[in-house]
């Protein structure tokens, strides 16, 4: 089955811990992206990457980091999160050979920062 | 900065009534609109995809309009069911912002028995 898993699917942690949180796609697609979603702010984009090896800040990079070294895996990495960070978490990826294409999103991974 | 709205923010109907959903951009070169659906807590199912030079796309009980040139797209419900209760969200892909989707806040739906 085509889809975009993500994992974990439910985080607590402390502040400063650092955590991962892994995303994969088994549809050979080249842009991988992360969204987090707010009350009152909806989803807005952390980071992306068109292909391996090639990333880029979204609207709200500040606190992230992310890696492609692989086509399929796209790892959200948060160095020492803070509470500002509790959100809830999407990946996304879409093919890349016309601008046109749908995206599809993976299940969301809750995330709370004490 | 472009912007994706949408109206009323939260919805309540009673079952069987057929509604509409709002979805506004303030710039009319888009790749695509996609609607997506979301219970609470849960991930974005994807319901409809409309390109550009598409006016609408129907699945089912939705249909989805398209107006590239005032920045608009409906959703239309048919009869709905206490089942549609979950809130809908538009999402744009501009032209000039790569493959971003710009999500509005969403539509909050409550479908009553």
């Known amino acids: 089955e085509a889809q975009v898993t993500q994992n974990p699917r439910y985080l607590i942690t402390v502040t400063g811990k650092k955590l991962t949180v892994t995303c994969s796609q088994n549809?050979?697609?080249?842009?991988m992206s992360w969204y987090r979603q707010d009350p009152g702010l909806g989803l807005r984009q952390i980071y992306y990457?068109?292909?391996?090896?090639?990333?880029d800040k979204g609207d709200v990079p500040e606190g992230y980091k992310v890696s492609r070294k692989e086509k399929r895996n796209f790892p959200l990495i948060l160095e020492s999160p803070s509470p500002n960070q509790t959100s809830l978490y999407f990946c996304?990826?879409?093919?890349?050979?016309?601008?046109?294409?749908?995206?599809?999103f993976g299940p969301g991974t809750r995330l709370t920062v004490l | 900065k472009q912007e994706v709205t949408q109206i009323p923010a939260a919805l309540s109907v009673p079952e069987g009534e057929n509604l509409v959903l709002n979805c506004s951009f303030t710039d009319s070169a888009i790749y695509n609109l996609q609607w997506f659906r979301q219970d609470p807590g849960k991930g974005l199912t994807s319901l409809l995809l409309?390109?550009?030079?598409?006016r609408e796309q129907t699945s089912g009980r939705l249909n989805a309009s398209l107006d590239k040139s005032s920045g608009r797209s409906t959703l239309y419900i048919a009869a709905s069911q206490p089942g549609d209760s979950a809130t809908y969200l538009c999402?744009?892909?501009?032209?000039?912002?790569?493959?971003?989707?710009?999500f509005g806040k969403g539509t909050s739906l409550l479908v009553t028995p």
């Open positions: 999402a744009v892909r501009f032209s000039n912002s790569g493959y971003a989707l710009n």
């Open positions: 996304a990826s879409s093919p890349r050979d016309r601008p046109y294409n749908e995206q599809f």
């Open positions: 990457s068109m292909n391996v090896e090639v990333t």
């Open positions: 409309i390109q550009s030079s598409q």
């Open positions: 549809m050979n697609h080249e842009y």
